[in-house]
């Protein structure tokens, strides 16, 4: 067990080596007293302008926890039972061949990780390029050197739509696997902080490296990933798949999970030709606004506005009407970023956001 601490607070100006001190004197205990010390949350509280702080939740782990905690009676410190790894059980039936996990965005990516952790070693089937070879054809498109690459794009590709976006990882769910997927995204490269960060943000420069680099974990633990191989048609018998073809190739596999994002409405064409089930699904539509970040940033910092300890400022705004009942909202912003082309079909026009 360890001892939850909530809304510890630092000011602007304190650096984030006073947070210990802070901890111990809220617990009345000395630093040297903790063994074992995380920051589990940080956010910004800027709705004091002239008094920007940042706010802190912390793990720690001490000798007499329990008597600590009800010797001091405050609501903000309590004892957090040690959260259990979520167990992945395995299946009863013997595989005859490998899985095989279509599509290497967010969703295939950490399924075949998750596979290739327990010895399954997948194969991963990608449409489109890796993302080195990838990067250099988006950049092509957007200078107006090529025309539009229909398999690998913004949408197609390694690391998936989320690549050429901003590598946001904001969740309005609470869920114990999300610090699994943190710590993953950490150890492939990511920023420490996104463990704690209130409003985690990777950026799409730093994310090519890291998808490259959960790639070649996958490749090391016995997986294997395909670029450039399209899913073309599934063979299912007797309510039973028995094969799939990739690139005009017949590939035995029984299990397949398909990560194959909203964007590849070719592929949901042929897996309703095939009779596979599928439910229609509640959608938002959004439009794209570009602000001068120097504004958004005076608006959400006042004078502190482009402080070093300070990222680019962001916000959410939501009306609901009174007439119809139905509610509008912004659902996703890319601060400090740019409005980009994503298109993945012939003459179709989208926009997405990506910040670094």
Known sequence: MTIRVNNISLSIEEPLENLKGKVAKKLRINESDIFKFKILKESVDARKK????????????????????????????????????????????????????????PAGIFSALRLAQYGYNPIVIERGEDVDSRTKTVEEFWMG??????????????????AFSDGKLTTRIKDNRCGYVLEELVKAGAPDEIIYSGKPHVGTDLLKGVVKNIRKEIIRLGGKVKFNSKLEKVNIKDGELKSIIVNGEEIPCEA??????HSSRDTYEMLFREGVFMQPKAFAVGVRIEHPQNMIDESQYGRYAGHPRLKAADYRLAYQSEKTGRGIYSFCMCPGGVVVAAASEENRLVSNGMSY
């Open 50 to 105: 002239d008094n920007i702080k940042f706010n802190y939740s912390i793990d720690i782990s001490c000798n007499g926890e329990k008597r600590i905690v009800s010797k001091l009676k405050d609501k903000d410190i309590k004892i957090e039972d040690n959260i259990e790894e979520v167990k992945v059980e395995s299946g009863n039936v013997v595989l005859e061949h490998r899985p095989v996990v279509v599509g290497f965005g």
């Open 256 to 261: 397949l999970i398909l990560a194959i994002g």
């Open 145 to 162: 050197n090529c025309k539009l690459n229909l398999e690998s794009n913004v949408q197609f590709g390694e690391g998936g739509a989320g």
